[in-house]
C-alpha cells in the first residue's frame, strides 16, 4: 500500500514538473527563465533583460511553412534530376550534374571528398526537408505520427551541416573564373538549385522552435492533458 502510494505520488510530481516547464521559455542569450504567455497573432515575445528573441505567433504558420517545405521538396528533385550546367571549349561539349559531380570525385581517387559533398549537398538535406514534412504534414491535420520529437531534434541536430548554400557559392566563384576560357550554359538544374537554398532558409524561417514544440505538445494533449492525467492517476 505504501509502495502504490509512493508511486502515484511520484507520478504526480513529475506531471506537475513536466506542466511547469511546459509553460516556461529560456533566453537563448542569457538564459533568464520566463513564464510563456499566449501571444496574438503576430505578436513577439522578447527577454526583458537583453531584448532578445523568444518566440512569436506567426499566422498561420503551419499552412505556410507545408508549402514552401513541399516546394523545396520538388526544387531537390528537380536540381538533381537535370543538368546542372554545360561547358562548351573548342567546339566539345559537356553537361555535367550534381549527383555526376558529386560521383566523378569517387570515380578520380578522391572518395572520402566525395562522401562528403554527397551527404552535406545531398543527403542532409534530403533528410531535412523530408522530417519537416513527416512533422507538419500530421500537425496540420490536427494528428501525430510515432516519433515526431525525435524527428524534429534531428533537423536541428543536422541544421548546421547542410551546406547546399556553400556548394552553390563555390559553383558561382568556379563559373566567373571559366567564363573567360570557355562557354557555360547554366541548366535547369542550377537554377532549381539556387531555389532550393531559398526556399529551404524561407522554411526554417517560418516556424520557430517554440512555435513547433507547441504543436506538437497539442497534438498529444498538451497542458491540459499532463495536469489530467496527474488527476486522474
Not at 71 to 99: D, R, Y
Not at 180 to 209: C, H, P
Request: hydrophobic letters at 50%; charged letters at 15%.
Amino acid at each position: 500500500m505504501t509502495s502504490a502510494y509512493s508511486d502515484n505520488a511520484n507520478f504526480k510530481t513529475r506531471r506537475y514538473a513536466e506542466t511547469v516547464l511546459l509553460s516556461l521559455v529560456a533566453c537563448h542569450e542569457c538564459d533568464l527563465l520566463h513564464e510563456k504567455l499566449e501571444l496574438r497573432q503576430g505578436e513577439v515575445a522578447r527577454c526583458v533583460r537583453c531584448n532578445a528573441f523568444l518566440y512569436s505567433n506567426k499566422p498561420n504558420s503551419i499552412d505556410r511553412a507545408l508549402a514552401v517545405t513541399l516546394a523545396a521538396l520538388i526544387m531537390f528533385v528537380v536540381a538533381n534530376a537535370f543538368p546542372f550546367l554545360a561547358i562548351s571549349v573548342s567546339g566539345n561539349s559537356q553537361s555535367i550534374s550534381i549527383v555526376s559531380a558529386v560521383f566523378a570525385l569517387s570515380d578520380n581517387g578522391m572518395w572520402l571528398l566525395g562522401l562528403l559533398c554527397f551527404s552535406f549537398i545531398l543527403f542532409i538535406p534530403l533528410l531535412r526537408v523530408v522530417g519537416l514534412l513527416y512533422i507538419l504534414l500530421p500537425l496540420r491535420f490536427s494528428s501525430r505520427l510515432p516519433g515526431l520529437e525525435l524527428v524534429f531534434r534531428g533537423i536541428v541536430t543536422m541544421s548546421p551541416w547542410s551546406m547546399m548554400e556553400i556548394y552553390l557559392l563555390g559553383a558561382v566563384v568556379a563559373l566567373v573564373k571559366l567564363a573567360s576560357m570557355a562557354n557555360i550554359e547554366l541548366g535547369l538544374s542550377f537554377w532549381a538549385f539556387a531555389l532550393l537554398n531559398l526556399l529551404s532558409a524561407l522554411a526554417a524561417q517560418m516556424v520557430d522552435t517554440h512555435t513547433l514544440w507547441e504543436f506538437m505538445s497539442q497534438s498529444r494533449g498538451g497542458r491540459k492533458s499532463i495536469i489530467d492525467g496527474g488527476s486522474h492517476r
